[in-house]
């Protein structure tokens, strides 16, 4: 079965500290998709970044960067001295490549990050 | 800007009352998604279109009806709602249903209330 935890329900950290949200996946295909969005308290979820299951290198993006380990099926994320802007919830989420279901997302919980100034 | 917008923003009614949200995305995908948002809890899909055809009903109680017109817009019908409605619905979109390596770009929800 696919399934997505996000363990950390709530974080908080004071500006300019480093930050990991954890993400751990399970699922019995070999093909499939992991991706993170952050939603400000606006609403919209934003897309950060997608990862497919062939790909273990790790990804920098600015402050952002991604851990994506296959033995421990954890695409884990990490925020480098955050900011408050930073403060949102965060989605992990699974889509696998089988199937007429291609499409769907299974989304883990969401971690709240609150950085404080 | 995520290129798929939703209205209203907010929206207050009664269990009585009759009420649409609209969902348009500007991407000319072919895919789009209701998901609702209830406080604590995961994302929850309610309806997949692909293509204007429904693909996936989540055993989503009647009272929440679902349009596509065409692949740019979507709707969800509400009608004598309950209070545990109340909720954030956001309306997704993506490239291609079966391609699942496509992510889905969201709208900025509705937040719903039921009084």
């Known amino acids: 079965a696919q399934k997505v935890t996000q363990a950390q329900t709530e974080i908080s950290v004071v500006e300019k500290e480093d930050v990991t949200l954890d993400c751990v996946y399970e699922?019995?295909?070999?093909?499939?998709?992991l991706f993170w969005y952050k939603q400000p308290p606006s609403g919209e979820l934003v897309f950060l970044i997608r990862r497919n299951s062939f790909d273990e290198q790790n990804e920098i993006s600015g402050r952002y960067s991604w851990n994506f380990q296959k033995s421990t099926s954890s695409f884990n994320f990490t925020i480098t001295a955050s900011q408050v802007v930073d403060s949102a919830v965060y989605f992990c989420a699974l889509s696998e490549a089988v199937g007429n279901q291609g499409g769907k997302l299974i989304f883990g919980q969401g971690t709240e990050l609150s950085v404080k100034p | 800007e995520t290129g798929v917008t939703q209205t209203p923003r907010h929206l207050v009614m009664g269990m009585t009352n009759k009420k649409s949200l609209k969902c348009e995305q500007h991407l000319g995908h072919n895919a789009m998604y209701w998901y609702k948002q209830s406080a604590k809890k995961p994302l929850e899909l309610m309806f997949v279109y692909s293509l204007e055809e429904r693909v996936e009903n989540n055993s989503v109680p009647s009272r929440f009806s679902p349009e596509c017109p065409n692949s740019s817009h979507l709707f969800l019908h509400l009608h004598t709602l309950q209070p545990e409605d109340s909720a954030l619905y956001l309306c997704?979109?993506?490239?291609?249903?079966?391609?699942?390596?496509?992510?889905?770009?969201f709208g900025d929800g509705t937040r719903l209330s039921i009084l």
């Open positions: 699922t019995r295909d070999t093909t499939y998709y």
């Open positions: 997704a979109s993506s490239q291609d249903y079966h391609s699942s390596n496509q992510p889905q770009h």
